[in-house]
């Protein structure tokens, strides 16, 4: 950028200088010589990072990540999820869970017609994956048969009321299950090298997620930080609790020394209160 008359550039400078440039780097060109498996991904603020794709299959219902599963940065989000689904099946049934994988739901980035398809006759499922917005209208003469019929079947039931609400349960879920494993949990750098390596690291805070809910849903606390917030609302409470006894004997002691004094636990009336307070005759 030098060459432009251009310094010291700003990020928004870098960005648009690199969304010009001719000769951009490419997995089919390069490869890392430390880490082969990793690929250069962009990522959502416009650089470019040597990175791993994780894919959350969550369910809905209680939250817990059934299936976590890492791929190469440059692995399509269409093509990964038939995967991601029979890996979430075979979890359940290694498991002895009786529930089953009955339905998908996914965001626009999943949307692809023989994705669709197959989720639907091979596996056996119903989608409810939001259609990204399109020109025109899509041509299906040159298509397989069966794809416009699976398209229009989920592009129906997404608009429904069931759809919307899988829809929003899926924002709230699926994104928290990432807050969990990336941002609190450490995951968004990867240390380590290679996809199978990756892959048990984020295996590793997937469980220390699912371990947190199932923590919070039996006693009330599913983080150490809320346990030790707890512990000081439980420490403040003893405290509290000893310094009324101490205040109550502490007030019958006085109440015994004077001939006559209220013996009920009840507190004695102002007057005698105030005859207690000046007992000493200060």
Known sequence: MKAEGIDDPSDEEVRRFDRKRKKKTSNKEWKSSTDPDSRVTKMKDGRTHLAYKAEHAVELGSGLIVAPVVYRGDDADAETLPVTVEVARKQLQEAGSPH?????????????????????????????????????????????????????????????????????????????????TCETGGGRRAWLRGVAKVSKSHVMRAAACNLGIIMLALFGVGTPRTLQGGMGVLVVVLLSLGWYRYSLRAARSALGAIPGAWSSPIPPPAVLRRGVAFSTGC
């Not at 197959?118 to 069966?146: N, S």
């Not at 699926?174 to 969990?180: D, G, I, N, T, V």
């Open 100 to 180: 089953q994988v009955d339905e998908v739901v996914g965001d626009k980035g999943y949307h692809k017609a023989e994705t669709i398809r197959t989720l639907e006759e091979v596996a056996e499922v119903r989608t409810y994956i939001a259609e990204p917005m399109r020109r025109g209208r899509r041509r299906w003469q040159d298509k397989p048969e069966g794809q416009q019929q699976a398209v229009y079947a989920n592009r129906q039931r997404i608009k429904g009321r069931r759809g919307r609400r899988l829809g929003r349960q899926r924002s709230e879920q699926a994104e928290r299950s990432f807050a969990h």
